[in-house]
């Protein structure tokens, strides 16, 4: 009877023993399924505010030379290339015309003339010497433009950059010549309406020509456009650069750089941020007390191989850069770097 009792209270701890090992085994593998990440903790960081925008170097200031009326060239002064000064002869046209409008004219004052003396001795109408002072005022008025456009001038100083014509056409709506100011020279940038506010006029800048590599030219902000482009959401700001030298051309491409100080952001490690699929959102996970959020971000610059957040995390947290495939809002993890530290430091021990 004894042995049979025996066997029978060795079998319950043989079941006992198997139940508890099941259990241990269930937690060990309900533990080992949480998915490990490893993390970082973050802090807020002095961030330079830099802005970079890419725009085409114009002309300071741009003169079409053309005529008010149709004529033939004689001739073309300058080619293109050629500087010019202010008040130098570019074009010459036919003065055929203006023979014949000076002819006239001198008819005209000689009946002008005649109206007046018959006038003075009673023998004409104040009328008629009005209606002739008209008509001749008006063909004096009509000379002197002919005379004007039979030699074109510049009105600046600059380089041609265009010539449509050659000696021998007649002149159409399309300029004969087109000019130039190339000191100095001017940018104009399309800037996002976030920093409307940060930009004044006389503000200094960097400026950087793809030709000349990395060196620096100083440019001035000259004038900022009122509006906002509500289909781009930017507006425009003009730059001057001097340009003493003639170094700078127009059509060269420029990158424009603001400097507005610095300030203080989180910056995270770029693997820590997460593109969500279908839109332009980025999410990073912040560990806290076992668990994981799904933090929506808003990235500021890239520096290097880390990002400035403008905001989504606050500084000190601790945010996952490895794992996150497997991880949703709010899940228990653990934490492999903690121990793989762990594992060192038994493995040092031993």
């Not at 114009?58 to 002064?77: A, C, V, Y």
């Not at 500087?83 to 000689?110: F, Y």
Request: charged share 25%.
């Amino acid at each position: 009877m004894n042995s049979i009792k025996q066997i029978l209270s060795m079998a319950c701890a043989s079941l006992l023993l198997v139940s508890c090992s099941g259990k241990e085994e269930t937690a060990t593998k309900q533990v080992d399924e949480k998915p490990l990440v490893k993390i970082q903790k973050v802090y807020e960081q002095e961030v330079p505010q830099m802005a970079e925008y890419t725009a085409t170097v114009e002309g300071f200031k741009t003169n079409n030379i053309s005529t008010s009326t149709p004529n033939r060239i004689k001739r073309i002064l300058v080619d293109v290339g050629s500087p010019v000064r202010a008040g130098q002869a570019l074009v010459i046209l036919d003065d055929v015309n203006i023979e014949q409008q000076k002819i006239r004219l001198a008819n005209q004052k000689v009946n002008l003339d005649r109206a007046k003396e018959l006038l003075a001795i009673g023998g004409g109408t104040q009328q008629t010497v009005d209606q002739l002072q008209a008509e001749y005022d008006a063909a004096m008025r009509a000379y002197n433009n002919a005379k004007e456009n039979t030699v074109l001038t510049a009105p600046m100083s600059g380089v041609v950059t265009a010539k449509n014509n050659d000696p021998g056409d007649y002149t159409s709506g399309s300029p004969i010549l087109v000019i130039e100011q190339m000191q100095p020279v001017k940018v104009i940038v399309s800037v996002n309406e976030s920093d409307f506010p940060r930009i004044k006029k006389g503000q200094k800048l960097n400026v950087k020509l793809d030709v000349y590599g990395d060196e620096i030219f100083t440019g001035t902000v000259h004038l900022i456009h009122p509006t906002i482009d509500p289909a781009t959401r930017t507006f425009q700001v003009e730059v001057t650069l001097p340009n003493s030298d003639n170094r700078v051309r127009s059509g060269m491409f420029a990158r424009v750089i603001f400097d507005f100080g610095a300030k203080k952001n989180v910056v995270v490690p770029d693997m820590a941020v997460i593109k969500q699929t279908g839109s332009g959102n980025r999410y990073v996970y912040v560990y806290k007390d076992g668990k994981v959020s799904y933090n929506k971000v808003e990235l500021g610059q890239r520096l290097g191989n880390s990002y400035e957040l403008l905001s989504g995390v606050p500084s000190g947290s601790d945010v996952v850069i490895s794992g996150q495939s497997r991880l949703n809002d709010g899940m228990e993890v653990g934490i492999a770097n903690e121990q793989a530290k762990a594992t060192a430091n038994t493995d040092s021990v031993k």
